[in-house]
């Protein structure tokens, strides 16, 4: 799979199509990095291991996505956050938000949840749990 992964990593038209705009900008080639460090880490991870390329690719480009809204502060995230908490006692849905989680940091229940999302609004051709490349 790695040989794949050299062949096959995020391109650019990838990481954009997370966004509102269409011409990238230098900031843009820093994230396109991180996804494929990222890309590079995770292979042998088994969920997505197990995951259609396109749909860990994807995956990867997401959660560098939130962790970009993050780092700039845009706060997209925390706006969520801070809504959910106003609405229902706490900051995320199913995970325990009481203890260990600081809404002004990444949290480990933050990438739970947004990985949750992400399989559970995917297309089909993602969830195809047992193809491999």
């Not at 590079?40 to 197990?50: G, H, N, Q």
């Not at 845009?74 to 009481?98: C, M, Q, V």
């Not at 940091?105 to 490349?133: G, K, M, P």
Request: proline share 3%; net charge negative.
């Amino acid at each position: 799979m790695k040989e794949f992964l050299l062949s096959n990593p995020v391109i650019m038209d990838d990481w954009l199509k997370y966004h509102p705009y269409t011409q990238h900008s230098q900031v843009d080639f820093y994230y396109l990095r991180m996804c494929n460090k990222l890309l590079k880490e995770s292979i042998d991870e088994p969920l997505l291991r197990e995951t259609k390329w396109s749909g860990f690719k994807d995956l990867i480009c997401m959660l560098l996505c939130w962790f970009e809204d993050v780092i700039s502060e845009t706060n997209i995230w925390r706006s969520f956050t801070a809504e959910h908490k106003r609405l229902y006692g706490k900051f995320l849905p199913f995970y325990d938000t009481a203890v260990d989680y600081y809404d002004d940091e990444i949290n480990l229940q933050d990438v739970r949840f947004l990985v949750w999302h992400f399989f559970s609004l995917a297309e089909n051709d993602y969830l195809n749990a047992f193809r491999t490349i």
